[in-house]
């Protein structure tokens, strides 16, 4: 196998495990904003709530750059 197909899998799997870390922490942040919101009652919901979407959409742009490499690496076997 090409070491440069090689070296494409293992940024795949990089980029599926910061996918997955990145809306799990969003999660937590979001989870805690809605705790902070409306179970204790303090102001720091908005704050956990614009960083729970900024992992979101940062999750979102590794989701692209994921889409382009596996097209990439498709291309590579292709041919």
Do not use: C, H
């Not at 937590?28 to 179970?39: C, E, F, H, N, Q």
């Amino acid at each position: 196998m090409d070491p440069k197909m090689i070296e494409l899998e293992i940024k795949l799997k990089d980029y599926r495990r910061f996918i997955m870390t990145l809306l799990i922490v969003s999660i937590y942040l979001y989870m805690g904003s809605v705790m902070d919101t409306y179970i204790q009652s303090k102001g720091d919901g908005a704050i956990l709530t614009g960083l729970s979407f900024a992992m979101t959409a940062a999750a979102t742009l590794f989701v692209l750059k994921y889409r382009k490499l596996k097209l990439q690496l498709e291309d590579n076997k292709r041919v």
